[in-house]
């Protein structure tokens, strides 16, 4: 068996998307960015599972982990369309964080180059709210990072979705001449 095989690739990716899940994890806490940290938890779980299958020759395990491929690519794209406000939606709504705080990304004040003031607060606003803070300078736009983000969750989904059909594919063909064997 040669390092390349399908069930190999397999395991490289699922490194690479957690990788990549804890990463994007870290910010999203960074944010307080609530329904992101719930589903990043999830896809973390569920690529421990498929790797966990593709190490342990357990077909059903990488299924489970075809199935969140593909709800893992529609939430990124959901997160893409969010954040360039497709279809009615405003990256400005508490929507990420379950309309229970104002916090929003954290790249909006820290992004690359991006410089940070907080500015006196007016007669009439309240001092929690975020509009106090001055944000210039910025290299990327805070939203174009997060679109970044999720399109990189995507390029690894769809790859992965592929190689673990393949490498289910290659399983089932391996039992079934075991079987008539």
């Not at 490289?12 to 719930?38: M, N």
């Not at 059903?60 to 009615?88: D, M």
């Amino acid at each position: 068996m040669g390092c390349c095989t399908g069930r190999c690739s397999l395991i490289c990716l699922c490194a690479l998307q957690l990788l990549s899940a804890l990463e994007r994890q870290i910010f999203d806490f960074l944010g307080f960015q609530w329904a992101p940290i719930l589903g990043n938890f999830l896809h973390i779980i569920v690529v421990i599972l498929g790797l966990f299958g593709t190490i342990q020759y357990r077909p059903r395990y990488i299924l489970v982990y075809t199935v969140w491929s593909a709800l893992w690519v529609t939430w990124n794209v959901f997160i893409i369309c969010f954040y360039l406000e497709v279809g009615g939606l405003s990256k400005d709504t508490d929507l990420m964080t379950f309309n229970i705080s104002v916090h929003r990304s954290w790249w909006r004040e820290h992004g690359p180059g991006c410089v940070r003031r907080v500015l006196p607060p007016s007669a009439h606003g309240m001092m929690d709210d975020y509009t106090y803070v001055s944000v210039t300078g910025c290299v990327v736009d805070f939203q174009y990072l997060e679109v970044i983000h999720s399109a990189v969750q995507i390029l690894l989904s769809l790859v992965g979705f592929v190689y673990a059909c393949y490498v289910i594919n290659i399983s089932m063909e391996e039992e079934d001449t075991c079987r008539n064997k």
